[in-house]
């Protein structure tokens, strides 16, 4: 069982920097290539600050009225955008932090925003559209309303935009917002993760299950019996395995093969409280996890989805966001009472 | 996590025109100190600046299964979800759902979704009723239905818009659909906050305390009246009333005490059940038999009652001595004074396919039987079962456990330890078209 009574960090997990924010820690991204973290929290506050001694660089009280929802660092590491319950998205500059674009999205909350890989586009979901706005903050086209609000976007190549609702997931042509595909599932789609050649897409639904399709097949399957929403999913960069966290057991599924349909997925048990974020490194098939309690745990993964635990640490409260340094060798994470801390991974 | 830390959460139904934005404003002006969030599905002048307005659009979320139980409102999952980041900015949330919604899903949230389950306690589901409309709408809406059966607390608003005769039969048919529900009657939604905050309405304790009379069993009559009467000729005297007969059982050697009156309603009620005699103006009213007394002529009417020896006499009636202006007088014309009055739940026809069961039993209650009960009670019936809250003595178990649910969803826990109080069960149903006696006979076969 887990033994976090001290709180330090164990294994390779090492002691690295902390520091705080105003209110819950919602969002972070590391930009410059891991040289800045950038952090925003609850009630509507952006920080800087230096990747490697945590001394904060800059940082701006309440620039988004009722709080911010998403952050997200552009591809080139030097700018970022932020999105909140003002409808708003604004586009910052890592180094200064002064405010490049302010982008007037809708009167709902802006809750989902992301980067396309090449940069040239952002795409920012309000209530039940998704809208996509050049580099410099033009609104390039928007979709039709969707079933629901927007519960999950992620860019499947720099040229196609997926989207999750309620009973669908959505596929966007970049340039023209053209939706070429659509894959249905009568269900409450609250999370997903692509694979990154694009090809599997899951969705955590409200049932307690995971949900599959392949696009290019079009074959779909389901994986129930989680005993929670699964929330957390994260596939690793070799589009090998999908970690789901559903409850307190991290559940792995290997798509080698034929896989994962009939296999039987890894089982990683340690978390004592339900699950809340999962995150690979972007080498080296490790995983990091955060839970309710505020428990983190890196895991080293095999090609089946099985794996050991090699560190421990523990947040003062609820996980909420884990952020692995590009080159792997420093891990971020957010907490609900605002704490921010960083480790050194060796 | 401890309940008490969960933050309450109210939901206001009703249908467009009931006063429910007047309602909110109301609460949101009175509540001082208090920091409430209000999550608004309809678009309403929610006019007060220290209040967290939220506006969200319904998002009703069906699940692969088909099962109506496991709906759920995305909406309130989302904006809850994001609302309890900031915890430590407000204490309460109201929700302000639009006319037509089905307050099953909305219930059913704090039921299905862990998280919010983790975070919120549902204090109590408020409707609204606009007391000049709702007999149309119950006529034409399965949602009006269900929204007055979901209910914890009943506002009858608009009252000043209808006849005090009307109120009192649509009052009526309220409570027989929603025995559960406390009804309050208000002319623009101006009722004392207190009445729709912080109920606690899931537990069963608070519903008993604002309506005692909740669990008792119905007669078929209301009044009783006890006099003392010496040797003698007597005179009852009625005036003019709603119906043209009315049913009597005079009881002979009635004393004047709760248990007295209580064991004579008892042997009243199979008076009752033999089919009634007709006495006409200026008859004999004889004593211990159920007779009707005829009022269909205008103006006062007399019976008479002959009194062998010095006795107390008990007159259960159809109808509340008020109602008839009934007195009893003396043959020298004097009034007699009542030793005692009692007032009953009286029993009536219940038109609406919604209604409420209770049953109440001593003793303790096998959990292996409740269970397999309960399961497939719900199962079966799960759709139509709206609300039940309760307490349940389990053998074994040294504190009660109480219980709410919603359609089939069923939340329970250990409550305070019974100590020196006689261990009972007290189960209430709300639903459509129930069996109140098979479901009464399958509790009682869980029982010890």
């Known amino acids: 069982m887990l033994d976090l009574k001290d709180h330090s960090p164990r294994g390779v997990i090492h002691r690295g920097w902390n520091a705080n924010v105003e209110d819950y820690a919602i969002a972070g991204s590391w930009g410059l290539e891991g040289k800045v973290l950038v952090v925003a929290d609850a009630v509507g506050g952006v920080y800087a600050y230096d990747g490697k001694s945590g001394i904060r660089i800059w940082m701006q009280h309440k620039v988004h009225a009722g709080g911010i929802l998403a952050l997200a660092v552009h591809p080139n590491g030097t700018t970022f955008a932020t999105a909140g319950q003002d409808g708003r998205v604004l586009v910052w500059g890592v180094v200064e932090g002064q405010i490049n674009q302010s982008i007037d999205v809708g009167t709902g909350w802006v809750e989902h925003l992301e980067w396309s890989p090449n940069g040239k586009w952002l795409a920012a979901s309000c209530s039940r559209k998704v809208h996509a706005y050049s580099s410099s903050g033009v609104e390039v086209w928007q979709s039709d309303d969707h079933p629901s609000t927007v ?111 009939g296999t039987r997925p890894g089982i990683l048990d340690f978390h004592v409280q339900p699950v809340t974020k999962v995150s690979f490194a972007h080498h080296g098939m490790l995983l990091a996890s955060t839970a309710r309690d505020g428990a983190i745990v890196v895991w080293s993964l095999q090609k089946d989805g099985t794996g050991e635990s090699i560190g421990t640490a523990m947040l003062a409260d609820l996980g909420t966001e884990l952020c692995w340094r590009p080159d792997g060798r420093k891990l971020a994470a957010l907490d609900a009472q605002g704490g921010v801390t960083v480790w050194n991974i060796r | ?350 038109d609406d396919e919604v209604g409420s069961i209770s049953i109440e039993r001593e003793g303790d209650v096998d959990s292996e039987k409740l269970n397999a009960w309960l399961g497939v009670l719900l199962r079966e019936r799960g759709v139509d079962i709206f609300r039940m809250k309760g307490f349940i003595s389990f053998k074994g178990e040294s504190r009660r456990f109480v219980f709410q649910g919603v359609h089939m969803l069923v939340d329970g826990q250990p409550d305070r330890p019974w100590g020196d109080d006689p261990r009972r069960n007290q189960l209430v149903f709300i639903g459509r078209n129930l069996d109140e006696e098979s479901m009464r006979q399958g509790f009682e076969a869980c029982l010890i």
């Open chain 1, 151 to 261: 519960s999950a976007i992620e860019w499947s190549s720099a040229g196609e935009l997926a989207t999750a609702c309620y009973g669908r997931v959505t596929f966007f042509d970049a340039p023209t917002g053209h939706p070429f595909q659509k894959l249905e599932w009568k269900g409450s789609l609250v999370s997903m993760a692509l694979s990154p050649d694009g090809d599997v897409v899951a969705c955590g639904s409200q049932d307690n299950s995971v949900h599959f399709w392949r696009r290019s097949t079009e074959q779909d399957s389901m994986m129930p019996g989680y005993p929670a929403k699964p929330a957390a999913l994260a596939f690793d960069d070799t589009g090998t395995l999908l970690a789901t966290g559903g409850g307190e057991a991290i559940t792995v599924w290997s798509f080698r093969g034929d896989g994962p349909e």
């Open chain 2, 1 to 350: 996590m401890n309940t008490a830390q969960k933050i309450p959460v109210t939901i206001l139904t009703g249908f467009l025109g009931s006063g429910k934005t007047t309602l909110l404003n109301r609460i949101m002006s009175e509540a001082h100190g208090k920091r409430i969030a209000v999550i608004e599905n309809e678009y309403g002048e929610v006019g007060i600046d220290q209040a967290l307005v939220i506006n969200a659009d319904e998002e009703i979320f069906e699940m692969s299964n088909g099962c109506i139980c496991c709906t759920v409102r995305g909406d309130l999952i989302r904006v809850l979800g994001n609302l309890m980041k900031r915890r430590d900015k407000f204490d309460y949330v109201l929700v302000e759902t639009t006319g037509l919604a089905d307050p099953g899903p909305v219930a059913q949230t704090f039921f299905m979704d862990d998280e919010i389950h983790a975070e919120f306690s549902l204090d109590g589901i408020v409707t609204l009723v606009d007391a000049a409309h709702i007999e149309q709408q119950l006529g034409r809406s399965d949602e009006s239905t269900e929204q007055i059966a979901f209910a914890d607390v009943l506002v009858l608003n608009k009252t000043d818009l209808v006849k005090d005769k009307a109120l009192d039969r649509l009052e009526n048919r309220l409570r027989d659909m929603n025995r559960m529900a406390q009804v309050v009657r208000s002319e623009r939604a101006n009722i004392p906050v207190d009445t729709v905050l912080n109920l606690g309405a899931f537990d069963l304790d608070q519903v008993l305390k604002q309506r005692p009379t909740f669990l008792e069993p119905e007669y078929p009559f209301e009044w009783t009246g006890v006099y003392a009467l010496d040797e003698g000729r007597f005179e009852i005297s009625l005036d003019d009333g709603p119906d043209p007969s009315m049913s009597l059982v005079v009881m002979s050697e009635q004393n004047a005490d709760d248990a007295s009156l209580r064991e004579g309603a008892e042997w009243c009620v199979r008076q009752y059940a033999e089919s009634a005699v007709l006495i006409r103006p200026g008859e004999v009213v004889p004593a211990g038999i159920h007779v009707n007394l005829q009022l269909d002529s205008p103006g006062r009417k007399s019976f008479f009652l002959d009194i062998d020896e010095q006795t107390c006499v008990g007159l259960y009636a159809q109808h509340t001595a008020e109602e008839f202006d009934l007195h009893l007088a003396n043959e020298k014309g004097q009034k007699v004074k009542q030793e005692a009055e009692r007032v009953w739940v009286a029993q009536h026809e219940h």
